[in-house]
């Protein structure tokens, strides 16, 4: 009997050793649903991952959203979450780490973080602001993200300060005005700016993967004009030199469904 119990316990634990977790973090003007919607989650869905639904802060604390009614723990799970995407990133990230403290609470797996955009900024922050996240944290995937600024950012401060007709004026207090702190941490890593402080701190010791829009395309719709190809890159960060793996990326700023393959790929390779 003790030692059938034992084949079926070593039968069991690679499966649950392996278990993985993966939280998504959009980017700027989008939500949790954008990785469904772009059919960044097929792919993981293929590889018998079970969506776990989207998180969202309320007053009440960290609520999840799902139209998967299974209770029964699975060894694979991504979730979403939602953000303020019009706030600073230390904001963002303050709500970050509310969700990803949950998600441990409930899971007891350490977390795969994925960032599109400014999102990789989120949880790069976040991981160097809060020391216990770098427990639960054993890899961040940065997608298209501005690891040394934008130009857009720049541009946006400046059209916030252009007088614009009375539709445009609307659209920019909504909108723009609201997100001038975001876009003032996004402006290109210069002594006294925020990136260029961030990009200097030490960094924990976890797994650096960098998917970085190439930018080598003569089609426009291949092309990525809101972060240059190597600001993407992780290994441009002081702190982060040579411990970033880098993928290239055929592709424009938004997520797409290959993106989803490479991450699924990507999350074959993590033990």
Do not use: C
């Amino acid at each position: 009997m003790k030692i059938i119990f034992l084949s079926i316990l070593l039968v069991l634990m690679p499966s649950v050793l392996a278990a993985k977790t993966v939280v998504f973090i959009h980017g700027y003007m989008e939500d949790g649903m954008v990785w469904r919607n772009k059919g960044v989650t097929t792919a993981l869905l293929a590889d018998q991952y079970v969506d776990q639904g989207t998180l969202v802060l309320k007053n009440k604390g960290v609520q999840r959203f799902s139209s998967n009614r299974s209770t029964i723990f699975s060894p694979n799970v991504f979730y979403t979450i939602e953000l303020p995407w019009q706030m600073s990133i230390v904001q963002q990230a303050t709500i970050l780490s509310h969700y990803l403290i949950t998600i441990y609470q409930h899971r007891k797996e350490t977390i795969t973080l994925v960032g599109h955009s400014n999102g990789g900024l989120v949880a790069r922050y976040a991981l160097v602001n809060q020391i216990q996240l770098a427990k639960i944290v054993n890899t961040l995937i940065s997608i298209a993200t501005p690891h040394l600024g934008s130009p857009l950012a720049q541009l946006a401060i400046l059209a916030n300060k252009t007088p614009l007709d009375e539709l445009s004026q609307v659209l920019v207090d909504q909108v723009l005005e609201k997100s001038t702190p975001l876009f003032r941490q996004l402006r290109a890593a210069k002594p006294d700016s925020f990136l260029y402080w961030l990009n200097q701190q030490p960094h924990p010791n976890v797994a650096y993967i960098s998917i970085i829009r190439k930018n080598e395309s003569l089609l426009p719709s291949k092309l990525d004009y809101v972060v240059p190809a190597y600001s993407q890159n992780m290994n441009n960060v002081f702190a982060l030199r040579g411990k970033s793996t880098a993928y290239a990326s055929n592709q424009s700023h938004t997520l797409n469904r290959n993106d989803g393959e490479l991450i699924a790929y990507i999350m074959r390779s993590i033990n």
